[in-house]
């Protein structure tokens, strides 16, 4: 298994910034016919660059917060929980998930510094440790 290079912080590729382009794009499409619809799928884009690009979080927690929207829409849609309820339990499932996220010793996305200034001996540690068995999402280390 090849080393990967240490690169925390903030990060942007071509393909995040066409999938925030053509996300952006497809909510003003579909605000015409469906402001809720749009508001739903800007919502999906914007977690995606906060939590892929802003925050770097981990997949199993990115599912989580998944699972928090969805289940919210449900709850609203088909039993009428209010909108404003809704709209809380996915926020507060926001914050809590970066929360826990920059409290991990492999937290690496913005204010890394502050928050981990012991980031680059966990990484060494664990790329000579990854080195020799395949890695799991365990804290994870930093995704290229």
């Not at 492999?106 to 200034?117: C, D, I, Q």
Request: glycine share 10%.
């Amino acid at each position: 298994m090849t080393k990967r290079e240490f690169r925390p912080g903030f990060r942007l590729s071509w393909m995040d910034g066409l999938v925030l382009v053509v996300g952006g794009a497809g909510s003003a499409l579909v605000w015409g016919r469906s402001p809720y619809l749009a508001i739903l799928l800007g919502t999906v884009v914007l977690h995606f660059f906060l939590f892929c690009n802003v925050f770097r979080v981990a997949r199993i927690p990115e599912l989580v917060w998944s699972g928090i929207l969805i289940a919210c829409v449900l709850a609203e849609v088909s039993l009428g929980l209010p909108r404003v309820a809704a709209v809380s339990v996915i926020l507060t499932g926001t914050v809590a998930v970066v929360w826990q996220e920059m409290r991990k010793p492999a937290y690496h996305g913005v204010w890394w510094t502050r928050t981990n200034p012991g980031l680059r001996s966990w990484w060494e540690d664990h790329q000579s440790a990854n080195s020799q068995r395949p890695s799991v999402d365990r804290g994870h280390p930093p995704r290229s």
